[in-house]
Nanobody, 123 residues
Framework: QVQLVESGGGLVQAGGSLRLSCAASERTVNFSNMAWYRQAPGKGREFVARMTRAGYSESGGYSDYSDSVKNRFTISIDDAKNTVYLQMNGLKPEDTAIYYC???????????WGQGTQVTGSS
């Protein structure tokens, strides 16, 4: 069973920065893609950012973002630490949400969710 543990959430003023971390219980090269989603109060879960592997067990890959965070957020993976990050700059009050890590295991195409971490952007 894959475990994903997020950390790094908190309260930040508008325009500030945070870096979220998601530590995986197994090697991150085993995942075809790793992503961040978020869920704001009273809303459904939405896609934020994703890193897709270039190939099986290869490090690196290509990233894509939702329009609402493009050019402000950056996703990255450190395979040596089995951790995926989300660097969030220029935070806005509308970025307030619980942020979830999501990963798809390459061999089974099964997806796994973390428990989430709260990010609150104050105006």
């Amino acid at each position: 069973q894959v475990q994903l543990v997020e950390s790094g959430g908190g309260l930040v003023q508008a325009g500030g920065s945070l870096r979220l971390s998601c530590a995986a219980s197994e090697r991150t090269v085993n995942f075809s893609n790793m992503a961040w989603y978020r869920q704001a109060p009273g809303k459904g879960r939405e896609f934020v950012a994703r890193m897709t592997r270039a190939g099986y067990s290869e490090s690196g890959g290509y990233s894509d973002y939702s329009d609402s965070v493009k050019n402000r957020f950056t996703i990255s993976i450190d395979d040596a630490k089995n951790t995926v990050y989300l660097q969030m700059n220029g935070l806005k009050p509308e970025d307030t949400a619980i942020y979830y890590c999501f990963a798809v295991r390459l061999t089974t195409m099964r997806g796994y969710w973390g428990q989430g971490t709260q990010v609150t952007g104050s105006s």
